[in-house]
């Protein structure tokens, strides 16, 4: 089931979290329950609730969260290997109602997920 928007509260800072960058788009942080070495979550502020929200309008901020993946991936050193997952509504796993893409890395990655 989906909770409240919990990272509404992470990108008005009132919930504290592990910034890892941010500007004028999005936040990414590092996540609560981290299921690799390097587990970040980055989020747009704008609000999409899942990636079956997303609109034509939204084609720009999508790229720009993949830019921004790849630019942790070289900062947090897991260049070499990394996956992204947006996990889509509950049946895949969709916990919050606020698009997020996780940054995984920092281990060798099964395939295929579960
Ligand atoms: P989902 O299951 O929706 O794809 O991913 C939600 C992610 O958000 C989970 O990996 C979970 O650990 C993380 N998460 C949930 N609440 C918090 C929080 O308050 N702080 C941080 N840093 N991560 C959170």
């Not at 800072?13 to 981290?34: G, M, S, Y």
């Not at 720009?60 to 947090?76: D, I, M, R, S």
């Not at 996956?83 to 995984?104: D, F, W, Y």
């Amino acid at each position: 089931m989906m909770l409240e928007n919990i990272f509404l509260k992470i990108l008005s800072k009132e919930i504290p979290a592990r910034i890892a960058h941010e500007d004028n788009l999005c936040l990414a942080f590092h996540d609560i329950n981290p299921q690799a070495p390097v587990h970040v979550l980055i989020i747009p502020r704008k609000v999409i609730r899942t990636h079956a929200d997303i609109t034509d309008s939204d084609k720009e901020l999508l790229g720009h969260l993949h830019w921004v993946a790849a630019k942790l991936a070289q900062e947090l050193q897991i260049e070499d290997g990394y996956r992204i997952v947006i996990n889509c509504l509950e049946k895949a796993g969709q916990t919050v109602p606020h698009i997020h893409m996780h940054l995984l890395g920092g281990r060798n990655l099964a395939w295929p997920p579960g």
